[in-house]
């Protein structure tokens, strides 16, 4: 099983400086890539403090002069916010100045708050059509010499300006959840990016059953891979422990906030949550994110993901996101690589 860093600009404070912000992050990238981890992915967003990344392909091809080994992911660029041949050129590009380095992870995307802003009226039934209307399209432009006439986008005879170094294209990744999607990206020769979010083991085995039925509905294709995203934090000792919890369920209760956009909001930033709204969460807790996410020292990780290897998953992504500080986040960050990467050599 492969190991990589999941990562955005996360602006929690208006006193935060966001060029800082960016420092701290590119300082993560290079942390992965020195340390022998196999990717750096980060998103796209838009107008939310929450995670800053307007554009994945700007922060790839910055962090492309920082980092030697690491490939560069998109995970994920939202597929309704992009023209085929505007995807499918500028995906070139990066790969281009990449040096072949270029993952392209694709979603039909996950918050209501930015469809009413960049794609007015769309709901996420319609997300998901223009994901999968995208996919085809980009790997034709890749190809050259493609007319296409969607449901969504039409347009004579054309081929991606540039091309890509990968031959075929960089590997494309489909961020899926339901049948559905796992069947559509296994169809269309996709790799699969899952998240469990908060609902832990039951949740990830039950991920890989659906990308395992995927799989034998179309044994014509080749196995793709499956990467298991997923919040992690290696602590230095069982207080540590805790107090990550704590501060992964803060995390979760903004999340949550803005997935459920009926809070204000204020020059990007959410309207502040007090103590006691978020200890009066139904179901987000401390002890459930001790539970269901990977919090714990570093033996108590490696047993974690030893289980998830088992059950077939190639990749596991950090997630580093977590409103903890840079500091916090560089020494969990550390000590995977340092006590937890090496049992798994």
């Excluded at 992965?32 to 929450?50: I, L, Q, S």
């Excluded at 990308?211 to 509905?217: E, I, L, P, S, V």
């Excluded at 459930?288 to 490696?302: F, Q, S, W, Y």
């Amino acid at each position: 099983m492969k190991f990589s860093l999941f990562a955005h600009m996360e602006r929690i404070s208006p006193e935060e400086d966001q060029k800082q912000l960016y420092e701290e992050f590119v300082a993560l990238c290079k942390i992965a890539d020195e340390g022998g981890m196999h990717a750096v992915w980060t998103g796209e967003h838009h107008g939310m403090n929450f995670t800053i990344a307007p554009n994945p392909f700007l922060n790839l091809v910055d962090l492309a002069r920082h980092t030697k080994n690491v490939r560069l992911g998109t995970g994920t660029v939202i597929a309704p916010f992009w023209h085929p041949i505007r995807l499918a050129g500028e995906a070139a590009m990066t790969d281009i100045i990449t040096d072949g380095r270029l993952d392209l992870g694709v979603a039909r995307g996950a918050y209501s708050f930015e469809y009413e802003r960049l794609q007015p009226g769309m709901d996420a039934w319609e997300a998901g059509l223009r994901m999968r209307e995208v996919i085809p399209a980009v790997k034709q432009l890749w190809a050259g010499n493609y007319t296409h006439d969607g449901e969504y986008w039409a347009f004579p005879e054309t081929t991606s300006s540039p091309q890509p170094v990968q031959k075929d294209g960089p590997p494309i990744w489909v961020a899926a959840r339901d049948p559905n999607s796992h069947e559509f990206a296994v169809s269309n020769g996709c790799n699969v990016q899952v998240t469990p979010l908060w609902q832990g083991d039951g949740e990830i085995a039950d991920l890989m059953t659906k990308f395992n039925a995927a799989c034998a509905k179309f044994p014509e294709q080749p196995r793709p891979k499956i990467m298991l995203l997923l919040h992690t934090y290696v602590a230095d000792g069982p207080e540590d422990v805790k107090r990550g919890a704590e501060e992964l369920n803060r995390f979760y209760n903004y999340f949550g906030a803005w997935f459920m956009n009926k809070r204000d909001i204020d020059q990007g930033l959410i309207a502040p949550l007090s103590d006691e709204e978020i200890a009066a969460h139904p179901f987000y807790s401390p002890e459930a994110m001790e539970r269901d996410l990977v919090i714990g020292e570093a033996d108590a990780v490696i047993e974690r993901l030893k289980g998830y290897e088992a059950l077939g998953y190639d990749e596991y992504s950090f997630w580093i996101d977590s409103s903890m500080s840079f500091e916090r986040k560089k020494a969990s960050l550390e000590r995977f690589i340092r006590d937890v990467m090496p049992a798994f050599q």
